[in-house]
């Protein structure tokens, strides 16, 4: 990029995209005005490869109380309550600076769910890198985690789960996702609807100053390859979790005491993004003063102000007679308040520095009227390779399980949760470590459910695959806790959408979601599209990862993942093909990624489901756990370690040994049952149409597959906790 | 309940489990009162408890600035007149940082944060939270923390020792204090203190996140239930 080229193609927009801002103003365009369109209409803030996609993703149902266009998504849990969740990336800041990258991605999300009025409860971590066996992953990994643990834990939000994972293509390109979610009663929830802004109300920036952090920042970062990352060092900001921490408190204090008009955040494209959407939503015009901006430094230019994404900054719309009960409520909590807009009829944005407008321009032409493209897309390749389903293994079965319990990707991410506070605000029945995370409604016996997935390995052979095997084990690992699926949230994590290959992924995997959202009745709130994952046209996989949510009446009936006690029946729920095909098995036993995925069959997903939730409310099980990654074998075997209660089982199958243990097949879950209970667990099985296998029982200190082979707790766990430990060179 | 002791938990720019703390010693049986740490109003509680977080930031050291917080100073005369204080995690900080318990809190030896349940074992009687204990008792509490590495200079910690103030160790399921079981590298597998006076007592791990056996262990119920009951014998004295 050449300094001499035009200014609106340094700021990243096109030369159609140009004429376009030309064509609207009726004249050219002014420097500040050109930084306010680049920012907004960047692919990060716009969305302008992804809307025409997303609009075919199912956003109704019952449950749904707020859908896709806030700040936020929202579900109704009943008894006046509300959960508000969303899930974003900030994988590009995390590839260049992994503390402050995955910190102010906490602090960003965060941020939305207050701005929809709720007291966020619980953030999950969805993460992938590249092998740890290489020193930079490891760097980013210990980093980003560090910069998690950082901020998340002086918040007083509570880090229950997420998940983390490792494969090559995400070396160059770490995936950092994190889903936020909160409760607030129904009736209070903070909408473009709920609240009507007048004109003549003010906009109140309140809490950090703004600064040259973060000028561009996520905006510009996010909107292209990472291939000169190094020199993008500047454009990342850093976060002060103390100030967020104060953000919270006063944010939920005025809106607790009805001061205000509007809430927003300051995320992507700062104050500019902020006061052209909480105009264009109330349908008016504003003049926004910079003057009133309080900056960090002196001499910013109206463009800097414009677009800093300095971080813990919100934006209150008041009306002027609540003005100065606003200010008391942040003077209160020591933040710095300043009244920078004014909101009036019309609907121009205009915008005034030392006197003079610097810009003038319909607020909706930045927010709702950006290009939007429908881009070249190539179909992917029918998976293909060798299916390993067919290759020939003449190992040790319990070489074999070793290996695939101490992959980073079966392995415990003990050495990940443990640096994060899971227990304040005092709600967490369940966290990391446990198939979704239970965390109580305050007041009430409910309990919600998270989980968090992506099946890169999946959607690498099969996109569509990949991307509804996603939603289906999100749904599964939340109904194994006894909870009902309701809806999700996502965040899409693609390569570049200008490559036609990537864009057909982008397009399969859209699919894929929209048929098991539809399956499953759990319909899409929200999200995030994250592109431009790629270096050196070497992409990541395509990796959705689905923030499922889903409600228990009662928080006591929850069903734990590891089996409770001795003398306990042992059942497999759902069938086992021959289905090797992008499974754990096969990438750490066999070294092939290669042939095609399972096949899904929602009808059996949701049988499988609506079993789960109802046997859990009737307390007939003990415990459950969803089998996934390295199939059967696996998930017996994580079930003994999690209590230490070992098991004798019989495997009896047409299939060899090694497929019946570590095939992947999906609609599968392995439960306990108490002896007096098995009858009446088995009858509701038939009535919903699952499969059922009793495969023998738990108890002692031993592991034995009958006619296979025999080991101990013990072992396996110094495998499976060892794992990640190892890697990073610590002792065990 | 009427007539139940009121317990005072300060609430400071940065605190994160005061609302934790009230929720516990409503549970326990106590009153809950919020203090805020500009005001110079105790309220009238009969016992104080300075919650974990992290205090304006922390970002000078853990603790160093709300040790000057006005509502300290009310601390210290409440203290010095013999009322029960319990500083609790970043609380335990502003406690050593503002004088009233001895020792330091550094970063742990791993130098990571570690949030997970530990073994305690119970030191001495002579704590307003372990006056219904039994030294040698374990219990089982969670800790969740960066910089709560207990250091004292040598001398100190021959005093400390002499003296019968350490409440708490990190210990094992067996009771047996050893490196295996001590996770953030405290001098002497020291997890708590108290005063030489014994009014004043501090620990890293949270007994306010081990009441209700829903959501954690349960070792905090009787810490609280003592407190309660040593600051319902101080108001009724």
Known sequence: ?732 | MAGSARIGVITFPGSLDDRDALRAVELMGGVGVPLWHGDRDLRDVDAVILPGGFSYGDYLRCGAIAGHAPILEEVTGFADRGGPVLGICNGFQILCESGLLPGALIRNRSLRFICRRVMLRVETSRSPITADLVPGELIEVPIKHGEGQFVARDDELRRIESEGQVVFRYAGPDGVTDDAHNPNGSMASIAGVRNPRGNVVGLMPHPEHAVDPDVGPTGGQPLLASLIARAMAGASA
């Open chain 1, 1 to 732: 990029m050449s300094a001499e080229e035009p200014l609106h193609r340094r700021l990243g927009l096109r030369d159609d995209e140009f004429e376009r801002i030309v064509e609207t103003l009726g004249r050219q365009p002014r420097p500040a005005e050109l930084a306010m369109y680049g920012a907004m209409w960047s692919e990060h803030c716009s969305y302008k490869s992804s809307k025409i996609h997303l609009r075919s993703l199912p956003t109704q149902g019952s449950a749904v109380l707020v859908g896709p266009g806030q700040d936020a998504g929202a579900v109704d849990l009943g008894d006046g309550w509300a959960a508000v969740f969303k899930m974003e990336s900030h994988s590009h800041p995390s590839a260049i600076e992994p503390y402050q990258g995955a910190a102010t991605g906490v602090g960003g999300i965060v941020r939305d769910i207050v701005s929809m009025g709720a007291r966020p409860v619980a953030l999950l971590d969805p993460l992938i890198f590249g092998p740890l066996t290489e020193d930079r992953n490891r760097w980013l990994f210990e980093g980003v985690v560090a910069g998690i643990g950082g901020y998340g834990n002086c918040i007083g939000v509570p880090t229950v789960g997420g998940e983390t994972r490792f494969a090559e293509p995400h070396s160059a390109n770490p995936t950092v996702d994190v889903m936020c979610v909160g409760f607030a009663r129904a009736d209070d929830l903070v909408t473009s609807t709920s609240l009507q802004a007048h004109p003549g109300s003010l906009m109140l920036l309140y809490g950090a100053t703004t600064g040259r952090d973060g000028i561009g920042g996520v905006s510009v970062l996010a909107s292209a390859t990472l291939d000169d990352g190094e020199g993008s060092r500047p454009s990342v900001q850093i976060g002060d979790p103390f100030a967020e921490k104060l953000l919270i408190e006063a944010s939920l204090e005025l809106i607790e005491r009805g001061l205000l008009e509007g809430l927003q955040d300051l995320g992507g494209a700062g104050i500019t993004c902020a006061v052209s959407e909480s105009a264009a939503r109330a349908g008016l015009g504003v003049r926004l003063d910079l003057d009133a901006v309080p900056l960090r430094e002196p001499g910013m230019e109206p463009f800097e102000i414009l677009t800093s994404e300095s971080q813990e900054r919100m934006l209150a719309i008041v009306h002027p007679s609540k003005l100065e009960a606003a200010r008391a409520v942040c003077d209160r909590w020591g933040l710095q308040v300043a009244v920078i807009a004014e909101l009036e009829q019309g609907g121009t944005l205009t915008v005034t520095h030392r006197g003079e407008v610097v810009a003038e321009l319909p607020a909706t032409s930045l927010t709702d009227e950006g290009p939007e493209y429908d881009r070249p897309k190539e179909a992917p390749p029918s998976a293909g390779g060798d299916d390993p389903t067919f290759a020939t293994f003449d190992g040790a079965l319990l070489g074999a399980l070793l290996a695939v319990i101490a992959s980073p990707n079966v392995a415990s991410t003990r050495w990940v949760w443990e640096q994060y506070d899971s227990f304040v605000q005092g709600q967490t029945v369940a966290s990391s470590g446990s198939d979704a995370a239970v965390v109580r409604v305050p007041g009430t016996m409910k309990g919600v459910a998270l989980a968090a997935d992506g099946k890169g390995r999946f959607g690498a052979l099969d996109p569509y695959l990949g991307a509804a095997h996603a939603v289906a084990e999100a749904a599964r690992n939340v109904a194994v806790t006894g909870a009902d699926p309701l809806a999700i949230t996502n965040c899409l994590n693609f390569g570049n959408p200008e490559r036609p290959a990537v864009m057909g992924q982008f397009v399969e995997a859209i699919h894929g979601i929209a048929d098991a959202c539809t399956a499953l009745e759990t319909p899409v709130t929200g999200g995030n599209v994250s592109f431009y994952n790629e270096t050196a046209a070497s992409a990541i996989w395509p990796t959705p990862v689905i923030g499922m949510i889903g409600v228990l009446e009662d928080y006591r009936l929850r069903v734990p993942t590891g089996f409770p006690a001795g003398g306990l029946a042992i059942y497999l729920m759902g069938e086992t093909f021959p289905e090797l095909g992008g499974s754990e098995f096969a990438e750490v036993v066999l070294a092939m990624i290669s042939g095609r995925p399972p096949a899904l069959d929602l009808g059996r997903e949701r049988a499988l489901l609506s079993f789960l939730v109802e046997a859990a409310a009737d307390d007939l099980l003990a415990s459950a756990h969803d089998c996934s990654e390295g199939g059967l074998a696996v998930a017996l075997a994580e079930a003994a370690i999690a209590d230490g209660h070992g098991f004798a089982v019989t495997i009896s199958s047409d299939l060899p040994d090694h497929v019946a243990l570590f095939s992947e097949s999906a609609s599968r879950a392995v439960v306990s049952v108490a002896p007096d209970r098995e009858e009446r667990m088995v009858e509701l099985a038939l009535e919903h149409g699952v499969p059922v296998t009793r495969l023998g029982e738990t108890g002692g200190p031993r592991v034995v597959f009958d006619g296979m082979f025999e080991t101990t707790v013990d072992e396996l766990r110094d495998a499976f906790e060892g794992a990640i430990p190892r890697l990073l060179g610590e002792a065990v």
